[in-house]
């Protein structure tokens, strides 16, 4: 069977490309406002008179900027609360992967049992609520998740929370333990964000979901904070 599946990432307000580190730095601020004297006209070529019009002006615009990121930021989380009740949505409950930060077992800070259960990381960036392999860019790693009952699969959500951007395969299991590709290609996921990868409905039903990524591909550690598996009985 040739699946061809429809790739969508649900994208936060404002994005950077960077890399995500474990040193204690700070990270940037997600949406960053204008100052007010961003648009202001300088004060060499503008009469004394049209002072108080620029200000307002720069005001109006200010406060523009800031509604507009209010609403994406109001839209972003009621997508993530959706996601989260997604009725034919369901978490990960086992999961096994190429390695682990400090070679972490069981449920310890970045263990592959870190990306089991619903989403817990709040923030974009390093966290030990995620998953995360040995090293930084060392190549190829994968996330192996196993789920409650096995469906239909329509779609993957990789809710990634650190160095988004390195997912380059997807695949999950028939009944025979075969491994069916559903999706390969460039991640366009930036900051604490889901790739959402839906595809035609599997013949087959499946309750086990490969991630696999390239950590070279985007510098720093690439971290994973859970994958919902979306499908139906039939």
């Known amino acids: 069977m040739r699946i061809h599946p429809k790739l969508i990432c649900c994208f936060l307000p404002v994005v950077f490309l960077c890399g995500c580190k474990k040193s204690g730095s700070t990270q940037e ?9 961003t648009n202001a006209v300088p004060a060499t070529t503008a009469p004394a008179a049209s002072a108080p019009a620029a200000a307002t002006g720069s005001a109006e615009a200010a406060a523009s900027v800031e509604t507009t990121a209010k609403m994406a930021a109001a839209e972003w989380a009621l997508k993530q609360d ?17 390695s682990t930060y400090n070679d972490a077992q069981g449920t310890a800070g970045w263990s592959a049992n870190q990306a089991t259960g619903a ?12 998953w995360t392999s040995k090293t ?20 993957v959500r990789v809710r990634e929370s650190c160095g988004s951007g390195a ?6 299991y028939d009944e025979q333990g075969g491994a069916r590709a559903v999706w390969q290609g460039n991640d366009p ?14 013949t087959f039903k499946t309750d086990r979901v490969k991630v696999t990524l390239a950590t070279n591909v985007v510098a720093g550690w690439n971290e994973i904070d859970a994958v919902q598996l979306v499908g139906t009985d039939q």
């Open 136 to 155: 930084p860019d060392g190549g190829i790693e994968w996330l192996d998740l196993k789920y409650p009952k096995p469906v239909h699969a329509t779609e």
């Open 189 to 202: 996921t930036t900051e604490l964000n889901y790739l959402m990868v839906k595809f035609p409905k599997t």
């Open 167 to 172: 997912v380059i395969k997807i695949e999950v």
């Open 82 to 98: 959706e996601i989260k009740k997604d009725p034919n949505g369901q978490w990960a409950i086992q999961a096994t992967a190429s």
């Open 119 to 130: 989403p817990n990381v709040d923030k974009y960036g390093d966290d030990g609520n995620a």
């Open 29 to 37: 601020t997600p949406t960053t406002k204008p100052s007010a004297s």
